[in-house]
C-alpha cells in the first residue's frame, strides 16, 4: 500500500542521489557568458510519468520572456536553450509493485501531482543554493514544462510565467 508521504520521501531520496551531478551543470551555466539581452533563466522540467524519469532544460528569456539564441551573437555568448539533466530517475519501484502503485496514482492524481511539484522544486532550489545561485545576477524561475506558473527561487515565491 502507498500513501503521499512514503511516494514524497522515495521521489526525495532518488533525485538526491542525482544532485551533484546537476549542482554541477548548475556551477557551470552560472559561468556563462549570456547575450547582453538575456535577463532571465528558466528552468523547465519535463517529467515523463510512466518511465519515472525527469528532464530539466534552461532557457535564456529577455524582459518580454522570449528566447534569445548564441547564434545572433557568435561564439562569444551563451543563449537559447540547452539541455541541465535528462532521464534522471525520481522514483523507482520493484517490478512486483508497479501494480498497485498505478492503481494507487489513479486514486490520488492531484496529491501526486502536487507531491511533485513541491518535492521536486524544493530539490532544485536546494541545488541552485547549493551551487551558488545567490551569486547569479540573472532572474531564476523554475517550472514544469507547459505550466502557467513558475517558482522564482531568488525571490522565494510563486507567479505566473508562461516561459
Known amino acids: 500500500m502507498f500513501s503521499i508521504q512514503d511516494y514524497t520521501e522515495a521521489v526525495s531520496v532518488s533525485l538526491e542521489k542525482h544532485a551533484e551531478d546537476v549542482i554541477a551543470e548548475l556551477k557551470q551555466i552560472f559561468q556563462l557568458p ?11 522540467f519535463f517529467k515523463e510519468p510512466m518511465a519515472f524519469e525527469l528532464s530539466i532544460m534552461y532557457y535564456a528569456l529577455d524582459a518580454d520572456g522570449k528566447e534569445r539564441y548564441y547564434e545572433e551573437m557568435g561564439d562569444k555568448y551563451a543563449g537559447g ?15 512486483h509493485a508497479t501494480d498497485s502503485f498505478e492503481a494507487f496514482r489513479e486514486l490520488q492524481e492531484d496529491a501526486v501531482e502536487k507531491a511533485d511539484e513541491q518535492v521536486m522544486i524544493a530539490w532544485f532550489s536546494e541545488c541552485y543554493k547549493r551551487a551558488g ?21 531568488k525571490r522565494g515565491e510563486w507567479a505566473e510565467d508562461r516561459r
Open 81 to 95: 536553450s540547452e539541455e541541465v539533466a535528462e532521464e534522471i530517475p525520481y522514483l523507482q519501484l520493484p517490478d
Open 133 to 153: 545561485g545567490e551569486a547569479f545576477s540573472l532572474e531564476v524561475s523554475v517550472g514544469f514544462h507547459d505550466d502557467v506558473k513558475a517558482y522564482f527561487i
Open 34 to 44: 549570456f547575450l547582453p539581452e538575456v535577463e532571465k533563466i528558466a528552468f523547465r
